[in-house]
């Protein structure tokens, strides 16, 4: 007899069923009867599986990664052989009945009969109960969270620990996420917020095994099989991506700490006076009272009338963002509201550790930060050194701590950054407004909302690499620029920076600025800052099919090409949004450049290169290599000097046809409230494809959605590729020759390119003959 749901109802089922009977949820025992497996979908392609010991359950997490999906109803099938052979959802699993059948181990298969994991078994040592699985041997797995120094992880051992110093490869960072994608075609995910630790094949070749700090795992694979689709998964069972303010999209600058408010306006204004596109200014710790512990109190010795700053900063169309952490100084006004029962029993610089896990300290924070900074005007906050160290010690909280909640530090470490941005969101969408916050720390489940985190870490390599890797679980990551050793790496630095989810240079030590390295390397800035600011539609675009399908807007090649094994090992280049390739230049002015399969065209020069090889690439120090992927469409903005410098302009979209048709979605809202959440948004579908005798069709579909009326006056549709002068129709009307030299249609035989330029408002079709 075994314990088994039916339709929420425990009840016993005898093993020996006589006619196989669907279920929502099966168990069995291992490890000698002493340990109990759950298995229960969470979605058709999410399987969930539960192993504790005999005579206990998991208890409830007072912080919850997981959301709820729409109950699964019928599920499995239980057949009467042993190993049962059922069939679940996505998955097709075999799992012993008997001791005598438990040798062959679970195995996890997809519908089609592929194993995807497996046989497998679980132990309890030492109080910590762990799993092992046989993986195939040319498998390689990816994921981890922002991990610094590798990217395929196979043979090698992590333990997901947030940590402010990655500077070795075991698994340490500032963001962990405890999810991995696997070539093999499934995705994995431990559901816990202690420290996970996980083998891929070092110990025990061809065996992935994993465990974590608790006598029970919860675990659930993923029936991907392609990586999108994992994301698609794991996103929906952690949560996607909330929209960023669109202003968080253009250029940061955050001002050296000790600059005062004199300063500090001077400094904002010479961007303005030197044209060089700015969004966001950041304030460091000195614009308080008291920074290690926090008071959360404008010093008045730097900033003698916050509000008149703040209100010229915005008169300016900068928005302003103020460092912090979470450490509240005794000189708080809060400190006496937290003390005691929202805070723990351990300090951190003198300042209390507040529990963000219990609804009356956010209340706490928001009363003060709304009357100190929203109030003023302020839109943002950078949540510093809320991830601790192992190496520097003595500025967090230990694995001891105690806070009200019940939770332990050792529970709470993983955790902390994670909660503490997720409670400054609810803080701003309280207001129904978005924001962009940068945060040192987050975990699985925290890509669910627009932070950002940042290192003090300064490895150029590490930092592409990390801008790789943060896509496979979804993690947002700035590769901030500081001084630099040279000039050369100022500038490469920052050309990398402009394909980054937040493009940052934090100033908070040196004061370094865009313009004091000379005309040539400002000319250089303005280059590519001017192009970020062109490249907002496309971006926001991106994160706006992130936030629909969990797909990273910056990731590594392998998450596009998994079957392509030479992209396992490439960490020096990755992909900006569906159809941008990104090659940063670490030394020299060349470098050599992968294209996976598929057409592409420079950047730069509009070089025509065919995928699935190498090549060497020129790069002078003005030249980011940047690669346009065949069947793409990239939207372009004029360049403005803050967002919103233009309320309405004319969309340029650019298109390279390949004989597969692509689509493209362009995305536009308010950019700033939470209206796009209750539908208030515009989507416009952009088809194209290229016939096999060489004919092109675009075709623009009528734009979806409500309540917006779109910036774009006009979308001009830039068909590149069209190498002669041709016949074309628009909207069913034939655009002679002599028509193509206007406004509207427009024939560049040097560019090879045709643009057409249509209504935003309404559906087009345009036809082009070779
Ligand atoms: C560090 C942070 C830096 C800067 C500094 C100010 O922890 O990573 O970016 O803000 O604090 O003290």
């Known amino acids: 007899m075994r314990k088994t749901i039916i339709a929420g109802a425990?009840?016993?089922?005898?093993?020996?069923?006589?006619?196989?009977?669907?279920?929502?949820?099966i168990s069995t025992l291992t490890a000698n009867g002493s340990i109990k497996l759950t298995f229960r979908l969470a979605a058709p392609d999410i399987l969930n599986i539960r192993a504790v010991p005999v005579g206990h359950s998991i208890p409830e997490s007072p912080v919850k990664i997981i959301r709820d999906l729409p109950a699964v109803t019928t599920s499995f099938k239980v057949s009467k052989t042993d190993p049962e052979v059922t069939d679940c959802g996505r998955f097709n699993l075999t799992i012993p009945k008997s001791s005598t059948a438990e040798t062959a181990g679970i195995i996890i298969r997809n519908r089609e009969g592929k194993t995807l994991l497996g046989p497998g078994d679980f132990q309890l040592t030492s109080g910590k109960l762990s799993a092992s699985f046989r993986i195939t041997e040319t498998e390689q797995l990816f994921g981890g969270g922002l991990q610094f120094h590798s990217l395929a992880q196979r043979g090698t051992t992590k333990t997901l620990k947030v940590n402010a110093d990655p500077r070795d490869d075991l698994g340490n960072s500032h963001a962990v996420t405890p999810f991995f994608l696997s070539t093999a075609g499934y995705g994995i995910f431990v559901n816990t917020t202690t420290y996970s630790h996980f083998d891929f094949g070092k110990g025990t070749a061809n065996a992935l095994s994993f465990h974590t700090e608790e006598p029970w795992l919860d675990m659930y694979i993923f029936a991907g099989p392609s990586f999108h689709d994992m994301l698609e998964q794991y996103t929906r069972l952690t949560g996607r991506m909330e929209m960023p303010p669109r202003w968080g999209l253009g250029f940061w600058y955050r001002m050296k700490s000790d600059w005062k408010a004199d300063k500090a306006t001077d400094v904002a204004t010479r961007f303005r006076d030197h044209g060089i596109a700015c969004d966001v200014l950041g304030l460091e710790p000195a614009w308080q009272t008291h920074a290690y512990s926090c008071s959360y109190?404008?010093?008045?010795?730097?900033?003698?009338?916050?509000?008149?700053?703040?209100?010229?900063?915005?008169?300016?169309?900068?928005?302003?963002?103020?460092?912090?952490?979470?450490?509240?100084?005794?000189?708080?006004?809060?400190?006496?509201?937290?003390?005691?029962?929202?805070?723990?029993d351990h300090e951190v610089w003198g300042g209390l550790v507040p529990d963000f896990t219990i609804a009356e300290t956010t209340k706490v924070f928001a009363a003060l930060h709304q009357k100190e900074h929203l109030d003023l005007g302020v839109d943002g906050y950078k949540l510093d050194e809320c991830d601790g160290s192992d190496f520097t010690g003595g500025w967090f909280f230990s694995d001891d701590t105690k806070f009200p909640s019940g939770m332990t530090g050792a529970q709470m470490h993983n955790v902390f950054g994670y909660l503490y941005q997720k409670r400054f969101h609810e803080i701003f969408n309280a207001k129904d407004k978005r924001s962009y916050l940068l945060c040192r720390a987050n975990y699985a489940g925290g890509q669910a909302n627009s932070?950002?985190?940042?290192?003090?870490?300064?490895?150029?390599?590490?930092y592409v690499r990390a801008a790789c890797n943060s896509g496979f679980s979804g993690m947002l990551w700035c590769p901030e620029v500081r001084q630099t050793e040279s000039t050369e790496e100022f500038v490469r630095r920052f050309q990398t920076l402009f394909f980054s989810p937040l493009a940052m240079i934090n100033a908070w030590a040196d004061g370094v600025t865009p313009w004091e390295k000379g005309e040539q390397v400002e000319a250089i800035f303005r280059k590519y800052d001017d192009l970020r600011s062109r490249l907002t539609p496309y971006l926001y675009s991106a994160f706006r099919h992130m936030n629909r399908t969990g797909l990273p807007v910056v990731r590594a090649l392998v998450m596009d090409y998994p079957n392509d094994t030479v992209t396992y090992t490439i960490d020096d280049e990755f992909l900006y949004g569906e159809g941008l390739l990104v090659a940063p230049v670490f030394s020299g002015t060349s470098r050599s450049v992968y294209l996976p399969e598929g057409g592409w065209t420079d950047w730069w020069t509009g070089k025509r290169y065919s995928g699935g090889a190498r090549y060497m690439v020129d790069a002078a120090l003005d030249t980011l290599p940047l690669f346009i992927r065949d069947g793409s469409a990239i939207a372009m903005q004029p360049a403005m000097k803050y967002s919103g410098e233009l309320k309405s302009y004319p969309l340029e979209v650019h298109l390279n046809p390949t004989k597969v048709e692509s689509k493209t979605t362009l995305y536009d809202d308010d950019g700033m409230t939470l209206a796009y959440?209750?539908?208030?948004?515009?989507?416009?579908?952009?088809?194209?494809?290229?016939?096999h005798a060489g004919e092109i069709k675009v075709q623009v579909a009528a734009p979806r959605g409500k309540g917006i009326v779109p910036s774009w006056t006009e979308l001009t549709l830039c068909i590149h590729g069209v190498n002669k002068q041709p016949t074309l129709t628009l909207d069913g009307k034939n655009i002679g020759a002599s028509d193509q030299s206007g406004s509207l249609v427009h024939y560049d035989q040097s560019a090879q390119t045709l643009r057409v330029s249509v209504s935003p408002m309404h559906s087009h079709l345009v036809i082009i003959q070779p």
């Open 677 to 691: 959440q209750k539908g208030h948004w515009l989507e416009t579908d952009v088809t194209s494809i290229k016939g």
């Open 10 to 25: 425990m009840v016993l089922v005898a093993l020996k069923a006589t006619a196989a009977m669907a279920q929502t949820e």
């Open 451 to 462: 932070t950002v985190v940042y290192s003090d870490w300064y490895d150029f390599k590490d």
């Open 297 to 344: 109190i404008w010093n008045k010795a730097q900033f003698p009338d916050p509000a008149g700053y703040v209100k010229a900063m915005q008169d300016q169309h900068f928005h302003l963002n103020l460092w912090e952490h979470a450490y509240v100084h005794p000189t708080s006004p809060i400190h006496e509201q937290l003390k005691g029962k929202l805070a723990a």
